[in-house]
Protein backbone atom coordinates (compact mmCIF):
# COMPACT_ATOMS: atom_id res chain seq x y z
CA UNK A 1 0.00 0.00 0.00
CA UNK A 2 2.79 2.13 0.91
CA UNK A 3 4.28 1.73 -2.56
CA UNK A 4 1.02 2.33 -4.32
CA UNK A 5 0.70 5.51 -2.36
CA UNK A 6 4.72 6.55 -3.15
CA UNK A 7 3.68 5.91 -6.82
CA UNK A 8 0.76 7.91 -7.11
CA UNK A 9 2.66 10.80 -5.55
CA UNK A 10 5.55 10.50 -7.76
CA UNK A 11 3.06 10.67 -10.96
CA UNK A 12 1.18 13.65 -9.67
CA UNK A 13 4.56 14.99 -9.22
CA UNK A 14 5.59 14.51 -12.46
CA UNK A 15 2.65 15.62 -14.17
CA UNK A 16 2.70 18.91 -12.26
CA UNK A 17 6.24 19.95 -13.59
CA UNK A 18 5.36 18.98 -17.10
CA UNK A 19 2.66 20.89 -17.05
CA UNK A 20 4.72 23.71 -15.16
CA UNK A 21 7.11 23.20 -18.20
CA UNK A 22 4.38 23.37 -21.18
CA UNK A 23 3.29 26.50 -19.58
CA UNK A 24 6.53 28.26 -19.35
CA UNK A 25 7.16 27.31 -22.64
CA UNK A 26 3.56 28.61 -23.65
CA UNK A 27 4.49 32.12 -22.03
CA UNK A 28 8.10 31.93 -23.77
CA UNK A 29 6.14 31.45 -27.44
CA UNK A 30 3.74 34.34 -26.69
CA UNK A 31 5.92 36.74 -25.59
CA UNK A 32 9.03 35.79 -27.87
CA UNK A 33 7.53 38.43 -31.03
CA UNK A 34 7.46 41.43 -29.02
CA UNK A 35 9.51 44.29 -29.96
CA UNK A 36 11.45 45.72 -27.07
CA UNK A 37 11.11 49.82 -28.00
CA UNK A 38 11.93 53.18 -26.53
CA UNK A 39 10.92 56.67 -27.84
CA UNK A 40 13.80 56.85 -30.53
CA UNK A 41 12.62 53.69 -31.56
CA UNK A 42 9.08 55.04 -32.25
CA UNK A 43 10.33 57.36 -34.53
CA UNK A 44 12.60 55.34 -36.32
CA UNK A 45 9.31 52.76 -37.11
CA UNK A 46 7.20 55.47 -38.18
CA UNK A 47 10.06 56.20 -40.83
CA UNK A 48 10.76 53.04 -42.11
CA UNK A 49 7.00 51.29 -42.33
CA UNK A 50 6.14 52.45 -45.94
CA UNK A 51 2.92 53.63 -44.80
CA UNK A 52 1.91 57.29 -44.65
CA UNK A 53 1.30 56.98 -40.81
CA UNK A 54 2.17 54.80 -38.01
CA UNK A 55 -0.55 54.44 -34.82
CA UNK A 56 0.76 52.83 -31.36
CA UNK A 57 -1.95 52.42 -28.86
CA UNK A 58 -0.24 52.09 -24.94
CA UNK A 59 -2.22 49.07 -23.38
CA UNK A 60 -2.21 47.33 -20.27
CA UNK A 61 -4.45 44.28 -19.33
CA UNK A 62 -5.23 45.46 -16.24
CA UNK A 63 -6.73 48.82 -17.90
CA UNK A 64 -10.80 48.88 -18.55
CA UNK A 65 -10.33 51.77 -20.87
CA UNK A 66 -7.42 49.84 -23.03
CA UNK A 67 -9.37 46.45 -23.53
CA UNK A 68 -13.10 48.88 -24.43
CA UNK A 69 -10.99 50.95 -26.73
CA UNK A 70 -8.55 48.44 -28.70
CA UNK A 71 -11.31 47.13 -31.30
CA UNK A 72 -11.54 50.87 -32.13
CA UNK A 73 -8.08 51.13 -32.53
CA UNK A 74 -7.48 48.12 -34.54
CA UNK A 75 -10.71 49.32 -36.95
CA UNK A 76 -8.99 52.40 -37.35
CA UNK A 77 -5.21 51.08 -38.34
CA UNK A 78 -7.16 48.66 -40.79
CA UNK A 79 -9.87 51.02 -42.05
CA UNK A 80 -7.01 53.70 -42.61
CA UNK A 81 -4.26 51.08 -43.72
CA UNK A 82 -2.20 52.12 -41.05
CA UNK A 83 1.37 50.66 -39.49
CA UNK A 84 0.20 49.62 -36.27
CA UNK A 85 1.55 48.52 -32.80
CA UNK A 86 0.05 47.75 -29.49
CA UNK A 87 2.30 49.26 -26.82
CA UNK A 88 2.60 47.25 -23.63
CA UNK A 89 2.90 49.25 -20.26
CA UNK A 90 3.77 46.78 -18.15
CA UNK A 91 7.64 45.49 -17.68
CA UNK A 92 9.02 42.91 -19.81
CA UNK A 93 9.59 40.60 -16.97
CA UNK A 94 5.91 41.15 -15.65
CA UNK A 95 3.70 38.30 -15.13
CA UNK A 96 1.11 40.50 -17.20
CA UNK A 97 3.09 41.02 -20.03
CA UNK A 98 2.20 37.07 -20.97
CA UNK A 99 -1.49 37.89 -20.48
CA UNK A 100 -1.79 40.75 -22.02
CA UNK A 101 0.49 38.84 -25.21
CA UNK A 102 -2.50 36.16 -25.23
CA UNK A 103 -5.66 38.55 -24.87
CA UNK A 104 -4.23 40.54 -27.66
CA UNK A 105 -3.62 37.37 -30.07
CA UNK A 106 -7.01 36.46 -29.07
CA UNK A 107 -8.55 39.70 -30.03
CA UNK A 108 -6.32 39.97 -33.60
CA UNK A 109 -3.52 37.20 -34.33
CA UNK A 110 -1.52 39.24 -36.53
CA UNK A 111 -1.38 42.16 -33.73
CA UNK A 112 2.19 43.91 -33.81
CA UNK A 113 2.95 43.83 -29.86
CA UNK A 114 5.65 46.12 -28.52
CA UNK A 115 6.70 46.92 -25.16
CA UNK A 116 8.87 49.54 -23.51
CA UNK A 117 12.23 48.40 -22.96
CA UNK A 118 13.18 48.00 -18.83
CA UNK A 119 16.92 48.63 -19.44
CA UNK A 120 15.65 52.29 -20.41
CA UNK A 121 12.01 53.04 -18.39
CA UNK A 122 12.65 50.36 -15.48
CA UNK A 123 9.85 48.48 -14.59
CA UNK A 124 7.69 50.26 -12.40
CA UNK A 125 4.55 50.93 -14.58
CA UNK A 126 3.52 54.27 -13.89
CA UNK A 127 7.18 55.46 -13.97
CA UNK A 128 7.58 53.68 -17.25
CA UNK A 129 4.94 55.31 -18.59
CA UNK A 130 5.47 58.92 -17.80
CA UNK A 131 8.87 58.71 -18.54
CA UNK A 132 7.81 57.21 -22.39
CA UNK A 133 4.75 59.83 -22.90
CA UNK A 134 6.92 62.52 -21.59
CA UNK A 135 9.49 61.79 -23.72
CA UNK A 136 6.85 61.23 -27.27
CA UNK A 137 4.73 64.33 -26.68
CA UNK A 138 5.33 67.26 -28.11
CA UNK A 139 4.61 70.65 -26.42
CA UNK A 140 1.64 71.65 -28.48
CA UNK A 141 -0.17 68.59 -26.88
CA UNK A 142 -0.98 68.61 -23.35
CA UNK A 143 1.58 65.80 -21.59
CA UNK A 144 -1.31 63.45 -19.55
CA UNK A 145 0.50 60.14 -18.56
CA UNK A 146 -2.90 57.52 -18.64
CA UNK A 147 -3.12 54.96 -20.91
CA UNK A 148 -5.24 53.68 -23.60
CA UNK A 149 -3.26 56.22 -25.71
CA UNK A 150 -3.43 56.86 -29.33
CA UNK A 151 0.17 58.05 -30.93
CA UNK A 152 0.04 58.71 -34.38
CA UNK A 153 3.33 59.84 -36.51
CA UNK A 154 3.45 60.38 -39.80
CA UNK A 155 6.54 58.86 -42.70
CA UNK A 156 8.87 61.39 -41.19
CA UNK A 157 8.69 60.11 -37.96
CA UNK A 158 6.87 63.42 -36.37
CA UNK A 159 4.43 62.99 -33.83
CA UNK A 160 1.38 64.74 -35.03
CA UNK A 161 -1.28 63.39 -32.32
CA UNK A 162 -1.26 62.09 -28.95
CA UNK A 163 -4.46 61.72 -27.14
CA UNK A 164 -5.35 61.40 -23.44
CA UNK A 165 -8.55 60.55 -21.59
CA UNK A 166 -9.78 64.23 -21.64
CA UNK A 167 -10.48 64.24 -25.52
CA UNK A 168 -13.11 61.85 -25.61
CA UNK A 169 -16.26 63.96 -25.51
CA UNK A 170 -18.37 61.03 -24.42
CA UNK A 171 -18.46 58.38 -22.22
CA UNK A 172 -15.14 56.68 -21.06
CA UNK A 173 -15.99 53.45 -22.39
CA UNK A 174 -16.39 54.57 -25.89
CA UNK A 175 -13.75 56.47 -27.29
CA UNK A 176 -14.99 56.31 -31.15
CA UNK A 177 -16.34 60.06 -31.26
CA UNK A 178 -12.71 61.09 -29.74
CA UNK A 179 -11.32 59.48 -33.14
CA UNK A 180 -13.23 60.38 -35.13
CA UNK A 181 -12.51 64.33 -34.06
CA UNK A 182 -9.25 64.01 -33.03
CA UNK A 183 -8.04 61.77 -35.58
CA UNK A 184 -9.60 60.74 -38.59
CA UNK A 185 -9.36 64.11 -39.51
CA UNK A 186 -5.44 63.82 -39.78
CA UNK A 187 -5.79 60.44 -41.53
CA UNK A 188 -7.67 62.32 -44.47
CA UNK A 189 -5.07 64.87 -45.34
Known amino acids: MKQLLLLCAFIC????????????????TATSNILSIDSNDVYKMAQTSGKKNTLFYTFGIWCEPCRLHLPTAIKLAKDYDLEFYVL?????????TPRAVEYLQKQDKDLKIAILKDAVYGEKTQKRNTK???????????MVDDYSKYILLNN???????????????????????VEIKIVPLLKN
Open 88 to 96: LVDSETSAK
Open 156 to 178: QGKVIMVTNWQDNPGSWEDDSDM
Open 132 to 142: FVTEVTPPEFE
Open 13 to 28: CACTNAQESQNQAKTA
